[in-house]
């Protein structure tokens, strides 16, 4: 059984940091791709990083360039997000995904058929 479950979401500041980190079982990262969606109340899910398991090629929403960095584990099968810099635009669910790799990873959420749970991250003062 597959499943995607994400830790690490909380309250921070603006300008404070988090980590998000993704437990996957039921099946080895290695020749997945795999990362980060966001949902913002009222907003759509949109792709935030993602990396694949095939050529190691990343993708970042220009909205995040520079403020978070995508990691991955295959050995513990884990995928983590280092959010730095946080604003009043990062407040969202964020979503672990993960599909088969074969290529650079797409942003589109419909590529995606394992989702996880989701976890929430706010940002305020």
């Known amino acids: 059984q597959v499943q995607l479950v994400e830790s690490g979401g909380d309250l921070v500041q603006p300008g404070g940091s988090l980590r998000l980190s993704c437990a996957v079982s039921g099946f080895t990262l290695d020749y997945y791709t795999v990362g980060w969606f966001r949902q913002a109340p009222g907003k759509d899910r949109e792709g935030v990083s993602l990396v694949s398991g095939s050529d190691g090629s990343t993708d970042v929403a220009d909205s995040v360039k520079g403020r978070f960095a995508i990691s991955r584990d295959n050995a513990k099968n884990t995928v983590s997000l280092q959010m730095n810099d946080l604003t009043h635009e990062d407040p969202a669910v964020y979503y672990c995904?993960?599909?088969?790799?074969?290529?650079?990873?797409?942003?589109?959420?419909?590529?995606?058929?394992?989702w996880g749970q989701g976890t929430q991250v706010t940002v305020s003062s």
């Open positions: 995904v993960a599909k088969k790799a074969d290529g650079p990873p797409p942003m589109w959420k419909e590529e995606y058929p394992y």
